[in-house]
């Protein structure tokens, strides 16, 4: 297995420029998140989707931040328009989720290192 | 994360030294997951705590979750440089997903 697959891996851009982040999660996986890593705050959970519904979104920063998952292979967080202070490292992560009360481990993909000019 | 104290912040120890990093939650989980992250890179799963007392180990790790399912802790057995990176503790209510700061770990040759 390929593991969980981000694109791009960097991204370089302007303020107010729309930024589209990948991700495609392990074949079987029914879970997929989205984290943000900053120096100063962490690792932050921004949404997370189960079985191609988002669950809980709380996260996301503001309306600037969007985030799909058409089908079960493939998601994207859009941040439309970017702003400096969203540059960070944006994780996507999968996981097959158990039942309820169930637990298993997240799968991180390498990350996606963003940069707001 | 408030949601989950790690500690220390750092620690730098030197090769073939036991350590002991430490993650606490304020309120009642229902299970915990350690990762390592090496610097610029994704997060490596290296274990997950379900059970109040329950404990794992694998190779020179060990993990621990104390009865009460509030705290953990990660050990290494004769620390290698290998074992150089961050590690963060990763915790589970329901729905809800949270990480820890990190303890950012240096083993000197």
């Known amino acids: 297995d390929a593991g969980v697959i981000q694109s791009p891996r960097h991204e370089v851009t302007e303020m107010g420029q729309e930024v589209t982040l990948r991700c495609k999660p392990i074949s079987g996986h029914n879970s997929l998140f989205w984290y943000r890593q900053t120096m100063m705050r962490g690792l932050e959970l921004l949404i997370y989707f189960n079985n191609n519904v988002p669950i809980d979104d709380s996260g996301m920063p503001e309306d600037r931040f969007s985030a799909k998952m058409p089908n079960a292979s493939f998601s994207t967080l859009k941040i439309q328009p970017s702003e400096p202070r969203d540059s960070a490292v944006y994780f996507c992560?999968?996981?097959?989720?158990?039942?309820?009360?169930?637990?298993?481990?997240?799968?991180f993909g390498p990350g996606t290192r963003l940069t707001v000019l | 994360s408030q949601e989950l104290e790690q500690s220390p912040q750092s620690l730098i120890v030197q090769e073939g030294k036991n350590l002991t990093i430490n993650c606490t939650s304020s309120?009642?989980?229902?299970?915990l997951y350690w990762y390592k992250q090496k610097y610029g890179e994704g997060l490596i799963f290296l274990m997950m705590?379900?059970?109040?007392?329950e404990e794992k180990s694998h190779e020179k790790i060990t993990a621990k979750l104390d009865e009460k399912k509030q705290q953990s802790s990660l050990h290494i057995t004769a620390s290698q440089p290998s074992h150089a990176g961050i590690y963060l503790c990763g915790a589970d209510r329901g729905n809800q997903f949270y990480f820890g700061t990190g303890t950012s770990l240096t083993v000197i040759p």
């Open positions: 705590l379900q059970k109040g007392g």
């Open positions: 309120k009642t989980l229902y299970g």
């Open positions: 992560a999968s996981s097959l989720a158990l039942l309820a009360g169930g637990l298993n481990e997240q799968f």
